[in-house]
């Protein structure tokens, strides 16, 4: 069974700066699913897609066009990597992700990253619904404060102009909608709590690799 190290928690909680970097550390492949759903979110505003449009924007999600390589994300032919990163979008993919046929049309996707040797996966469900029989479940989090300054500097460091009380607000509508919502909600559910919120990368990157060693069954 190829292995799977699952990495869920709150919007910029920096679950995927620490899962690329375990992934990276395991030599395991990395699959960031939130960017489907920013993918999606995307898409679905370039079609004229309503964010309730259940129907369509399950076959948009299960026929995505998307693409990752070497580093950048590609919708069709045009590379996506920073369009799907504006508070704009982080908010339409959070609004697509409640949507049932949304999440089961990029379920078989999500499951085809689980290549050897070992897959390390990050968002809000890949524990609970997507590799429920990871290896090792982690749920990411920090307080809203932490997070809403995380994502300040991310969008900082990028030149996207941000503020830091619309940051906070909408990270925390965001957490209650991700939280509420009916299918596949955000939960720790049986997954051992990592808080970063006096952490620093390393050191949450030091705790999974830890745990992941002790989950794994000796090599025999
Ligand atoms: O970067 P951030 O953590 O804020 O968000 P993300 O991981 O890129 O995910 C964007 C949105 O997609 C989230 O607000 C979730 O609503 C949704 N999502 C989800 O529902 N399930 C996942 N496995 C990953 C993301």
Known sequence: MIPVIAIDGPSASGKGTVAERVARVLGFHYLDSGALYRVTALAAR?????????????????????????????????????????????????????????????????????????????????????????????FLTASAAVRAERRYNQLMNKGIPANMQVLLRDIEARDAR?????VAPLQQGNALLLDT????????????????????????
Do not use: N
Not at 114 to 129: C, E, F, K, N
Not at 178 to 182: K, L, V, Y
């Open 46 to 138: 370039r079609a004229g897609l309503a964010p309730d449009a259940a129907g369509p924007l399950g076959e948009l999600a299960a026929q995505l066009p998307v693409r990752f390589e070497g580093g950048d994300i590609y919708l069709s032919e045009q590379v996506v990597t920073d369009d799907i990163r504006t508070e704009d979008c982080s908010r339409e993919a959070s609004l697509v992700a409640a949507v049932p046929e949304v999440r089961a049309g990029l379920l078989v996707r999500q499951r085809a990253f689980r290549q050897a040797p070992g897959l390390v996966a990050d968002g809000r469900d890949m524990g609970s619904v997507v590799f429920p029989d990871a290896a090792l479940k982690v």
């Open 197 to 220: 919120t006096h952490l620093t990368i390393e050191q949450a990157v030091d705790q999974v690799l830890s745990w992941y060693a002790a989950a794994r069954p000796p090599a025999s």
């Open 178 to 182: 991700d939280a509420s919502r009916a």
